[in-house]
């Protein structure tokens, strides 16, 4: 009855077991053939024995006594954990019909990830799309979604420009053939990220430390990740957020709007679902830094050996991360100095894709900077990691500073239409509580819709 493959609830994203034993297996076997839209049931930070997905990095590179525990989220179907966010808002939309097999065409605003994520998701549920993003982003990025079969729409600027792909989608919007899966200000991102990404940190430091997570990190792009901080603060009220952005785009710190090189964060706003009453700390992060600690790793066995790793050690991170993972790895660190954290203490953040999307980025460096030999690798590494101060962190508990990041938001988004009501309902807690509660009834509609056809 169903003209398009109806895919797993939110439940079956945080538990895969949860899923019927055939269609899990089919599942599994199905991985090498990503096309296949059994696929869906592959969302999650799960393994195949449902673990999350996790490395806690060697204290040879992150010297600090804290445990720094990254989840991966390059084994996502697309290769990257952005696909969740992409499902969870087009299935919403199938299910409340507001989004039709055969007559509505879907819009992908992004710098890269969500548009890849946005791109798939489309192909396996047969609809046309659309991705809108800056004409300054990797190759790699460009060439997923062209394989993936949707149109790219090429917006002038770079990473930071991402306002232009929002006026450029509100223009395409006017279309009534055309609906938008909107990162910036759809609940489903946050829905995603509160209830499968936090659930999914919480379970990841089981048997870690003490046990518990004293931090999570995240860089904002569309702020979705960190909205697992909500429901970390429900298990741990003690755990500190920290959004992190890049030095030369510190948006929320001071107003900041530079260019900068991370690719997928920074992108000149408070997004609209950014949830800043939970956000504690904005940790500014370099942005060369990044991608020369991307090198490192990658490259950089003999200098990692001389800091103690096995050549294992070196063997398995290599291909995990990308440069907006390294930005969170090194705001991680920040954070662990900044708060004092010991042996006991666990913090979590996020490697949204893996290597495979910056071999661009990685040979821009190589021109850029002429010698990348293992004595330059050397003193990047202990400029990077083992200097890593508490510089260019912000606390933003205070009220005067939550004012800031409101009137931020308002300042972006009172000219897309939001009614000043409606942001100021978001200054409460309850908003956010009510949005997120919304999973259980979609995921009784999923199902109901998804019938035997799964």
Not at 109 to 122: D, H, K, L, M, R
Not at 366 to 384: A, G, S
Not at 436 to 449: G, Q, T
Request: aromatic share 8%.
């Amino acid at each position: 009855m169903n003209k398009i493959p109806f895919g797993p609830t939110y439940n079956e994203m945080l538990h895969p077991e949860m899923v019927t034993p055939e269609i899990r297996h089919r599942a599994l076997a199905a991985k090498d053939h990503e096309l296949d839209p059994i696929n869906l049931f592959n969302i999650t930070w799960k393994d195949e024995q449902s673990r999350v997905r996790k490395i806690v990095l060697p204290k040879e590179i992150t010297g600090v006594d804290a445990n720094i525990i990254v989840l991966i989220g390059k084994y996502f179907p697309s290769g990257s954990h952005k696909v969740g966010p992409a499902y969870s808002t087009l299935i919403e939309g199938c299910v409340d019909n507001t989004i039709v097999p055969g007559k509505h065409t879907i819009l992908g605003p992004s710098t890269g990830n969500f548009g890849i994520g946005v791109a798939y998701i489309c192909n396996l549920m047969k609809y046309d799309a659309i991705v809108i993003m800056p004409d300054n982003m990797s190759k790699e990025r460009y060439d997923r979604i062209q394989k993936y079969g949707a149109a790219l729409d090429l917006t002038p600027g770079t990473e930071s420009d991402v306002i232009l792909t929002l006026e450029r989608t509100y223009e395409l919007k006017k279309n009534p053939k055309n609906r938008s899966l909107a990162q910036f200000e759809l609940l489903p991102n946050y829905r995603f990220h509160r209830h499968v990404t936090g659930h999914s940190a919480i379970e990841a430091v089981q048997g870690i430390g003490n046990g518990r997570i004293a931090c999570f990190c995240s860089a904002p792009g569309s702020a979705g990740t960190l909205g697992a901080g909500d429901q970390i603060k429900i298990a741990f009220p003690e755990a500190k957020i920290a959004a992190l952005e890049p030095y030369e785009c510190s948006t929320l710190t001071n107003g900041g709007r530079g260019q900068h090189r991370i690719e997928g964060i920074g992108d000149k706003m408070c997004t609209l679902i950014h949830n800043v009453l939970n956000t504690d700390f904005v940790t500014l992060v370099k942005d060369d830094d990044c991608v020369k600690a991307l090198k490192i790793i990658h490259d950089g066995d003999s200098v990692l050996k001389e800091q103690g790793l096995t050549q294992s050690a070196i063997d398995e991170m290599r291909e995990l991360f990308g440069v907006s993972s390294l930005c969170n790895i090194i705001g991680a660190i920040k954070m662990a100095k900044y708060l004092h954290l010991g042996p006991n203490d666990n913090i979590v953040t996020v490697a949204t894709d893996g290597y495979d999307r910056y071999e661009s980025v990685i040979a821009n460096l190589d021109r850029r900077y002429l010698e990348t030999e293992d004595f330059v690798l050397r003193r990047w590494f202990h400029d990077i990691f083992v200097k890593t101060d508490t510089m260019d962190i912000t606390d933003v508990r205070p009220e005067t500073q939550k004012a800031k990041l409101f009137a931020q938001k308002e300042k972006d988004w009172l000219k897309f239409g939001y009614e000043k009501a409606y942001l100021d309902s978001m200054k409460q807690m309850d908003f956010w509580d009510n949005e997120y509660h919304k999973i259980d009834a979609y995921d009784e509609k999923i199902l109901a819709m998804r019938g035997d056809n799964s």
